[in-house]
């Protein structure tokens, strides 16, 4: 076949309905899930780890590189960031042991000379924070770091170590609580700090940070719920939007 293609890759014509009806199916789903993110995850509402998320990848400018964390940055822009024209690239790097070494690989894409906005949680953070510590007299790179500060991660929360387990052991082992006043520790290691409680303030600091001209570091600390809300607000949203979904599915 032209292009070296083969029959067995032209779709028959027997099979247009059905693929149009599918299609047609996936998207009502679209739809629906669309309609109940944008009516939770708008600016207006309170600020959550996953509004935040949203907020990042909506406001980053095209020219801007989004770099995520792993555990719940990285997941939760692919479940509640919106499709959008003309996207920044977006980077993660999962890191020897899943959240280690993020705000130095911000930095290093920085280095590049592209504008950098990275998403991480505290926890992320705090496992990074000798990537503040900078050569005199060196140029910064343009990289803003926003990190959600909701006492911990949340990732196993989600995960089969919360049922198995009780309480007391999920939470030394797996829940990884922790206290440290996230703006002091960056402030003492010499970093600009703004601290942002609401979704519509974080938009315009990231759109408006990272000009390209080497402006340096600063960190946007995101003022969350602690770690048992956010789970909530997570398991809140998944279940609108998978009743949304089964709804304009018919089920």
Do not use: K
Not at 98 to 109: C, E, F, L, N, Q
């Amino acid at each position: 076949a032209a292009g070296g293609g083969s029959p067995a890759d032209v779709p028959s014509p027997a099979a247009a309905p059905a693929a149009a009806a599918l299609a047609g199916r996936w998207s009502a789903a679209e739809a629906a899930a669309a309609g109940v993110l944008g009516a939770l995850l708008h600016r207006g509402a309170p600020l959550s780890e996953p509004l935040v998320a949203r907020t990042v990848l909506a406001a980053a400018r095209p020219e801007q590189v989004v770099v995520l964390s792993s555990s719940m940055p990285v997941r939760d822009v692919e479940w509640y960031g919106a499709p959008r024209l003309a996207p920044p690239a977006v980077l993660a790097n999962r890191g020897a042991n899943g959240i280690d070494g993020v705000v130095s690989t911000a930095m290093g894409v920085a280095l590049t000379g592209r504008p950098v906005v990275a998403l991480v949680g505290d926890l992320a953070f705090l496992h990074d924070l000798t990537a503040w510590v900078r050569p005199a007299g060196v140029t910064e790179p343009d990289c803003t770091v926003v990190v959600v500060d909701n006492g911990g991660g949340g990732i196993f929360s989600f995960l089969p170590q919360v049922d198995a387990l009780d309480a007391a052991t999920f939470t030394a082992l797996f829940a990884t609580p922790q206290a440290v006043d996230v703006p002091v520790v960056a402030r003492g290691l010499g970093v600009a700090v703004t601290e942002v409680d609401g979704a519509a303030d974080l938009a315009e600091l990231v759109a408006g940070t990272g000009t390209g001209d080497g402006s340096g570091l600063r960190v946007l600390v995101a003022r969350v719920p602690g770690h048992d809300a956010n789970v909530r607000t997570h398991q809140e949203v998944h279940a609108a939007v998978a009743s949304a979904v089964a709804a304009a599915l018919g089920r």
